[in-house]
């Protein structure tokens, strides 16, 4: 060691750098001690002397070997310090994409920017229960170990993570959250791991901002502890929050956003529960618009904001709730745009009385308007002997404005997050916790303020905690290996946080400091500077007077001082608090009344005036400064960290422009410093960072050993040889009692040696191998040229003989080569001649051709130009007249519009419309009657032409048949073509006769439906007409009902007084708080100098003339009841709308209309003395036009009710003689059924209506009786009942109207149902005329192809016809006598089952009888006589023989008997049954059968062997039950005896049914018991194993494995073989093929298990680094290879189980192939077929060498397996579903096996059973 020198030449080493902080190089020269420059070469070929020595730099960072570049733990690297854990950091996450590094205790996480695959549910089950160090750094890992050890160790976790602004914290906790629902799920249907993942969108709803460096930043720390019961399930949660930003709800900077909640409302203000909010976009809200960004890229507010309602929703939070919030915040907004004017004086300001947004803030929050705008623009200064009201300036206001808004968003906040906690509380008892902490981490800005104070105030306090934690695990780790240890010198930061924390310290002074009247920042810092200018953490700025400088643990921090008083106060004016706790909503209140005060009781309400008016004590919560509380929670936050187990995650920002994978070294330094990395690195290397057990430093550095030492056994002690003798120094290593403990280098040393020892081999090696290979080269070339020399010679020889014979062959071919030559010239010169004068002749062609070609164009040109100008001046002038011609027509339409408007105002209209409409109606109905007449002639023709048809037909298969004995009369031939001609006459005038009927159906049908479209437009002329009458009628209402109201106004008044004195009773809590203050305001006045006292009254008297006004619940009564009668409807409810309205009018004007009644009615009084005789001639002329009217009306009533009875009854007697007629026809009896009972409803229609005429008449004579009575002499009363008769009888008039409109809607109803059963008969007979059109095509198709016969073929072909039709009979008559014979079948069925029910009665009466014994010799085998192969037992032992066969059973008492021999016992019990044909004996048996199987499987539901057994038996029973059920698809392999021994009278499907769904079961249950077993030995046989010895390589190992000694009391199962887990398979199929089972279901349950050999296998290999190495891809392929012979030696290679190997397969030589040029990666692509394109590159990710003779997967080669791969279409997912199982098939296989023949041992004890 003493001659080792590591500055030696091609040493590597690490150089800061202004760019990339630390760069590396290579010295090139060996140093001595005493040079002062060392000569290095970077990377890209440069030189550089690097100055070294005293005065200079010192000597530079070693860089580690290769081997380590890329650790999973940054403690396993030899050198430990700054560079050489950021190239380990910056090669993970750009290399290796790799965002998780353990760096000892602490995971680091970086945050990728993208969207990784990682967090699935298969990720999260593949690190549950798994050790920390055993997998690649993730934070499930983290979450895992917390997990664990509050399970192991009963003691509390925490999980601490911090970091920057958008390093990636809350995501990083939510992902650990997530672990926990997924891990330790509630045991009971609360969902409370749903709850508190549901917290998270809600805390970032209103806690996240966008900052310029995170778009989704918290800004709060959050303290989040997850309970746990005693089965370690979640039971709740709770919540603690730290410091929210409040200044960002009123001050963003550029590019920001205030919080996410804002945004989100704004983006949902269109929705209709939300119009009331009074919102817009944000944009128009001065809150929302400060950063004048207000998107987010790829955000979407309003969806965000739907799931923060699901969110709230699903923790319990009400509707009402929800919109309270809302209503809140959309207060906050509306506050922020209140505008404050400042006076002229300037001292002074005012809000605008018209102010919209303090409008919507009052209306809001429910507070009084009047005092929120005094209170905004004064404020109360109170002394010991006064109190005074002062105006505050613009600027005062404006800072109170905001003041008020922050405080109303923290009350909000701190609402929110304790509703929160409420959902997630538990009434259960927690056992254990685990906490999740998510806070800020170190900061430092340009201009930092008390934000970053006390932030950074919060991580020393964690840095302290940190550290201390880091260094007592040390101490243990030394302790339990039981090694001499000094004490490590760490940082303290205690005299840091004294500084801060400490009496008279930073926050003492400044708490001090608020207290004082005139406190400023100036004064405060003065203070500082003479408190602590002596302290080595405080400074003072050279430049600057207002601001300080402390020396954290990361960095120095130089603090502004401007603002610090005034954040620290918090400062609001209880004036503004007092209103808001006056609000009308009792959320409002809620929020800002405080916990401690209880409400004071009436009777301690004394108004006593003192002598001396003392000041309101403020709040105690207004007392406490906001630093005090952070001190305060602060404390308490450590104090529950301390008491728990700390696990710490560190979140880094690679860079500052949130690009996925860049990385910015300068930007990762600063965050390692600040976060505590390198502090707990500097730790690690002050001890010994580096370890090893004793095996793996044998295994690892046996080569520098002895050949003696490899020999022995004591591995200790050859480990101490070989330290004792490569290390002279005894204090850079020390031997516990499991490992060997090593300094910082010594590892490097090490591998430096090791390295050295293979190079000299490998030079020994090369040389002998050189050397042999050049010898073997020399002999081989001295053959060869001795060789080539022989044939040399010869081939030279030959050559010169050859040159002879060609020299002269040459000169003959050079006079025959010259003249060919010269003649190709000359023809050659010819052929160009020749072309050019072509080309030439035809250019000129062309040229004369092209003049002709373009004067023809333009003379075309020309004609169409000029006949296009024509047509333009034509067009012109016609347009011209049209236009003149649509002028006077519009003249002469206007004039007959206003005729044939005045004709419609005429009664005379409306009258003739109605009888126009009676006279269509009759003449619609005489049409139908036609058209059904001729309907029923058409259908005559038709029968009658089918007849004559089928008579013809008849006729013509006579003269056939007649036609077979005379062949030879040729007379009769002539004759059938002459019948045929005359046959094809009739079938064309068929053909016409229907087509004219078509013609004929077709125009009627036009005809129909014009009357209906005119029908339809005179029905909506006449609504118009009824609309407006409506109108007319609600006109002349209106002015009878004002009077009307009067009289009812009244009455009313009394009723609305008493109403609104209880409005005033429910609100008086509310009010009494507003007399408080207006009352104080009073006083305040009172001692004003130079107030006025008429103010004091007028506002009393303002608040007195304010009590009717509170009538709003009266004016929404009103509104409710309005909307009422729009449900209504406007006809229903026309004359009650003015009431309503009336109402409302009075309500709101109360006051006033009480005197000006009372002035009405005495003018009234007097109007009706003085003039009394002329309203009663009036009066009677009015009586005597209403009473002409109505008897008018009813007169026309009278006459249309006689027309349309008159219609009913002709139509009536016309549609009975229809029907008549068409009875013996018996055409469509159905269609005029359909009509009569439409006529029924008609006349009972008219009835209804009669009556309603009868009514109108008596209301009639009721009015003139009214009438005759008013003649009489009335008082002045009269006038006003007289002017309420009219609208009555007008109202009932209009009713008839109604009615009569109804009924023709009636009638027009009727004739669309007329039509449409005259379409369907239409239809009907279309129908019913192709079907006879294609039965006469193919007669006559048929009667064609025969005629073309000849005679013979004729008759043939007659007689094959009449064969086929016969067939057709008789095979329809073999259908119905089957149907029949199955009918009775199932009767004799029944019959059975009811003579067994009689038997079964008469059984029942001789029950006396004894049962007869039972007794059988089992243990004979020999066959005494034939037997049916069926068990009989009584009723009564049917327990027992469930009992015996299966809850009892045990599979070793029937191991030497025939396989599956229980189910072939119940299934012979169940032939027996059958046999006796006992449904219930056989029902019961089935059932008691599956239930006793279904308890046995859950009595032993993880015993394989009893599990195996009945699915074996089961599926016997389900195969015996379809081989004997005389189903003939399962009885093609029976033999004759076992088709006798079929079922003969039940069908058992649905009970092979039941029997087949218990087989999945019992599967699904042996694959999860088996899978259960095999799984913790899948990972220790297949990846960790050395199936080959001697392979594997060992690599230094960092602190993850360090720390596994302390667990040393748990041993873990951990050292399964290869041979282990095949042994285990061995015994599984062991067990199925003793027990019969199938061998089809064998092979799916070995495949099924080779999956999650597969899939655990493959899992663990992409989430570990430190298996992805050749010599694990070579272990791994001889452990399938041992797998696969496995199959084949059981025969079970094609059950496709060793398909399902696969993956793993290509994955080991996917590890195994060179990976390094094109075509190696091309070789890859085409091998791994199997493997996803993200499986590949992430076991090319996690690829490690084991030495430095192999080189690691350079990331062109993996962009370039990217790029061959991109076109395959592989599913996201990175991990294989370990819970995936392959679809299982029952394959039918019946046994070869006799029941007759089979056995029964007496172990069974089933001797009352008898064989049958």
Known sequence: MADYNPYSQRTRVWIPDQQEVWKAAEITKDYKEGQTVLHLRLEDETTVEYPVGSGRNPLPFLRNPDILVGENDLTALSYLHEPAVLHNLRVRFLESNNIYTYCGIVLVAINPYEQLQIYGEEVIRAYSGQNMGDM?????????????????????????????SGAGKTVSAKYAMRFFATVGGSASDTNVEEKVLASSPIMEAIGNAKTTRNDNSSRFGKYIQISFSRQYNIIGANMRTYLLEKSRVVFQAEDERNYHIFYQLCASSTLAEFKDLGLTSAEDFTYTSLGENIFIEGVNDAADFIKTREAFTLLGVKESSQMSIFKVIASILHLGNVEICPDRDGE???????????????????????????????????????????????????????????????????????????????????????????????????????????????????????NSHVFKLEQEEYMKEQ??????????????????????????????????????????????????????????????????????????????????????????????????????????????????????????????????????????EHRMTVGHQFRSSLHLLMETLNATTPHYVRCIKPNDMKEAFSFDSKRVVQQLR????????????????????????????????????????????????????????????????????????????????????????????????????????????????????????????????????????????????????????????????????????????????????????????????????????????????ITIQCGWRRVLAKRQLQQKKIEARSAERLKNLNTGMEIKIVQLQRKMDDQSKDYKAQNEQLKVINTTLESEMTRMQKELENTKNRKSNEDEVTSLQT????????????????????????????????????????????????????????????????????????????????????????????????????????????????????LSNQSISEIDSNVPSI??????????????????????????????????????????????????????????????????????????????????????????????????????????????????????????????????????????????????????????KLLEERKEPVKTEDTVIISNTEPADKEEALQAYHQLCEAKKLLEAQLQNQSKTHKDELEALH?????????????????????????????????????????????????????????????????????????ELEAAQAASRSRPELSRQVTVQRKEKDFEGMLEYNNEDEALLTRMLITDMIPSKVSSTVPCLPGYILFMCIRHADYINDDGKVESLLTSTINAI???????????????????????????????????????????????????????????????????????????????????????????????????????????????????????????????????????????????????????????????????????????????????????????????????????????????????????QLLQVKKKTSQDAEAICSLCTALSLQQIVKILNLYTPLNEFEERVTVSFIRDIQNRLQERNDPAQLLIDTKHTYPVLFPYTPSALSLETLHIPAVLNIDFLVRV
């Open 136 to 164: 690649d750094p993730h934070i499930f890992a983290v979450a895992e170990e917390a997990y664990k050890q509050m399970a192991r160790d009963e003691r509390n976790q925490s999980i601490i993570v911090s970091g920057e």
């Open 348 to 466: 002074s300001c005012h809000v605008s009385r018209t102010d919209v947004h303090l409008k919507h803030f009052c209306q809001l929050l429910g507070a009084e308007l009047q005092q929120m705008e005094h209170w905004l623009c004064h404020r109360k200064l109170v002394t010991a002997s006064e109190t005074y009201v002062k105006n505050m300036s613009a600027k005062q206001a404006l800072n109170a404005r905001d003041a008020l808004a922050k405080h109303i968003y923290a009350r909000m906040f701190e609402w929110i997050v304790e509703h929160v906690n409420k959902a997630l509380h538990t009434s259960a008892k927690q056992h254990s916790f685990i906490g999740v902490l998510d806070i800020y981490g170190f900061e430092t800005f340009e201009i930092n303020s008390f934000e970053q104070f006390c932030i950074n105030y919060a991580n020393e306090k964690l840095q302290q905690q940190f």
């Open 483 to 620: 090694i001499p240890w000094t004490l490590i010198d760490f940082y303290d930061n205690q005299p840091c946080i004294d500084l801060i924390e400490a009496r008279l310290g930073v926050l003492d002074l400044l708490d001090e400091e608020c207290k004082m009247p005139k406190g400023t920042d100036q004064n405060w810092t003065q203070k500082l500077y003479k408190q602590h200018s002596n302290s080595a953490h405080f400074q003072k700025p050279r430049m600057s007077n207002t601001s300080f400088i402390i020396n954290h643990f990361a960095d120095k921090v130089e603090y502004q001082c401007d603002g610090f008083l005034e954040k620290n106060r918090d400062t609001v004016y209880e004036e503004q608090i007092n209103i808001l706790k006056a609000s009308q909503f009792q959320l409002v209140a809620d929020l800002f009344h405080d916990k401690d005060d209880a409400p004071a009781s009436k009777s301690a309400r004394v108004n006593v005036r003192a002598a001396k008016s003392t000041p309101k004590a403020p709040n105690k």
């Open 674 to 881: 600040a976060c505590g990395v390198l502090e707990n690195i500097r730790i690690s290397a002050a001890g010994y960072p580096s370890s090893w057990t004793y095996l793996d430093f044998f295994s690892r550095y046996r080569v520098l050993m002895k050949k003696s030492d490899l020999m022995s056994s004591d591995k200790k002690l050859v480990c101490s040889n070989l330290l004792q003798t490569v290390v002279k120094e005894p204090d850079m290593f020390q031997f516990g009692k499991t490992k060997i403990f090593f300094r910082a280098g010594q590892v490097a040393y090490l591998e430096k040696l090791r390295a050295d020892k293979f190079r000299v081999a490998c030079i020994k090696i090369q040389k002998t191998v050189r050397g042999w290979l050049q010898r073997v080269r020399y002999v081989k070339i001295r053959k060869s040229v001795l060789l080539l020399q022989r044939y040399g010679r010869g081939y030279l020889a030959r050559r010169y003989a050859k040159f002879l014979r060609l020299t002269k062959a040459a000169l003959v071919c050079q006079k025959q080569y010259r003249m060919v030559k010269e003649r190709r010239a000359f023809l050659r010169l010819r052929r160009a001649v020749v072309t050019i004068q072509a080309y030439t002749r035809g250019m000129y062609t062309r040229r004369i051709y092209w003049e002709f070609l373009l004067h023809h164009r333009a003379l075309i040109i020309q004609k169409n130009v000029r006949g296009w100008l024509q047509r333009k001046k034509f067009q012109r002038a016609r347009s011209a007249a």
């Open 979 to 1094: 019948e045929l001609q005359r046959l094809r006459q009739q079938l064309e005038e068929a053909h016409a006769l229907r087509k004219r009927m078509e013609e004929e159906h077709s125009t009627e049908k036009l005809s129909l439906t014009q009357t209906v479209e005119e029908l339809q437009k005179e029905n909506a002329l006449l609504k118009s007409e009824k609309e407006e009458m409506n109108q007319r009628i609600q006109q002349q209402s209106k002015s009878s009902e004002e009077g009307r109201s009067v009289g009812v106004s009244l009455q009313t008044e009394l009723e609305n007084e008493r109403q609104n004195y209880q409005n005033l009773l429910k609100q008086f809590s509310i009010v009494e708080q507003r007399y408080d203050n207006l009352k104080e305001e009073m006083s305040l006045k009172k001692f004003q100098p130079g107030h006025n006292r008429n």
């Open 1111 to 1264: 009538s709003t619940s009266e004016v929404g009564d009103t509104e409710d009841a309005l909307q009422l009668v729009e449900e209504m409807g406007v006809d229903s409810a026309a004359m009650d709308i003015q009431v309503f309205l009336k109402l409302q009018k009075r309500v709101r004007e109360l006051e006033r209309e009480r005197t000006r009644l009372q002035s009405n009615l005495d003018k009234m009084q007097e109007l009706s003395q003085s003039k009394s005789s002329e309203p009663r001639t009036s009066s009677k002329e009015e009586d005597a036009a209403d009473l002409a009217y109505s008897n008018l009306k009813r007169q026309e009533l009278e006459s249309e009710n006689k027309k349309l009875k008159n219609d009913l009854n002709e139509l009536r007697k016309s549609i009975v003689d229809r029907a008549s007629e068409s009875s013996s026809a018996n055409d469509l009896p159905d269609g005029y059924n359909i009509v009569l009972s439409q006529l029924k409803a008609a006349s009972e229609e008219l009835d209804a209506r009669k009556e309603e005429v009868l009514i109108l008449r008596t209301q009639l004579m009721s009015s003139t």
């Open 1327 to 1399: 129908t019913q005329i192709e079907l006879l059109k294609n039965d006469i095509e193919k007669k006559q198709e048929m009667l064609n192809y025969t005629m073309s016969l000849s005679p013979e073929a004729q008759v043939e072909y007659s007689v094959q016809h009449e064969i086929t039709r016969l067939t057709n009979d008789n095979l329809d008559l073999k259908e119905l006598v089957e149907k029949l014979e199955k009918n009775e079948r199932k009767l004799k069925k029944q019959l059975k089952i009811y003579m067994k029910k009689v038997q």
């Open 1494 to 1708: 279904k308890k046995v499987l859950k009595k032993n539901n993880e015993d394989f062997e009893m599990i195996s057994f009945w699915l074996a038996n089961t599926s016997r029973l389900l195969h015996c039950l379809k081989q004997y059920s005389g189903d003939e698809a399962f009885m093609t392999q029976n033999t004759p005896k076992q088709n006798e021994h079929c079922l003969k009278n039940f069908d058992l499907a649905e009970y092979r049914q039941v029997l087949s769904d218990l087989s999945i079961q019992i599967y699904q249950q042996l694959i999860k018991v088996a899978e259960g077993t095999i799984q913790p030995m899948i990972v220790s046989a297949m990846l960790e194993s050395e199936s080959i010895p001697s392979l594997a390589g060992v690599k230094p190992m960092g602190y993850r494995n360090r720390s596994s000694s302390m667990d040393t009391d748990c041993h873990s199962p951990s050292s399964y073989t290869l041979q282990a887990l095949i042994r285990q398979l061995g015994q599984f199929y062991g067990i199925m093929q003793e027990h019969g089972l199938d061998p089809e279901i064998v092979g799916q349950v070995i495949r099924q298990l080779f999956h999650c050999i597969n899939a655990h296998t493959l899992n663990n290999l992409l989430l570990r680094k430190d298996v992805c190495s050749w010599s694990t891809g070579m272990q791994l392929r001889y452990n399938t290879s041992q797998l696969e012979e496995w199959l084949r030696g059981n025969n079970l290679y094609q059950s496709k189980a060793a398909a399902s190997l696969e993956p793993i397969i290509q994955a080991a």
